[in-house]
């Protein structure tokens, strides 16, 4: 199992990233896919989740309204669209699958003025 997240970045409070994660070595378009992220000093904490078709999701309530999960099953890829990031969404950022204990290298955003 691979997966491989990419999209991070530093941005102003207000701004927008969408990140990517491509899956691989599994059955991805079987998988459901969530979004972690860890701040500094602070725990891994689940951000967002997408079922296996798109149909079904779920965000923690921190970001409902200003993140949207989405995923391309025809390219092995889920995505998190952040907007009206604030300092407090500073953190590394993981994709995984749900069921399968794997976790990626992260890619790390920052929200800073």
């Known amino acids: 199992v691979k997966l491989v997240e990419s999209g991070g970045g530093s941005v102003q409070p207000g701004g927008s990233l969408r990140l990517s994660c491509v899956g691989s070595?599994?059955?991805?378009?079987?998988?459901?896919m969530s979004w972690f992220r860890r701040a500094p000093g602070k725990e891994r904490v689940f951000v967002a989740t997408m079922g296996v078709t798109g149909a079904t999701w779920n965000y923690a309530d921190n970001v409902k309204g200003r993140f949207t999960i989405s995923r391309d099953n025809a390219k092995n890829s889920v995505y998190l669209q952040m907007n009206n990031l604030t300092p407090d969404d500073t953190a590394m950022y993981y994709c995984?699958?749900?069921?399968?204990?794997?976790w990626g290298q992260g890619t790390q955003v920052t929200v800073s003025s």
């Open positions: 995984k699958g749900v069921g399968l204990d794997y």
């Open positions: 070595g599994f059955d991805f378009s079987r998988t459901g």
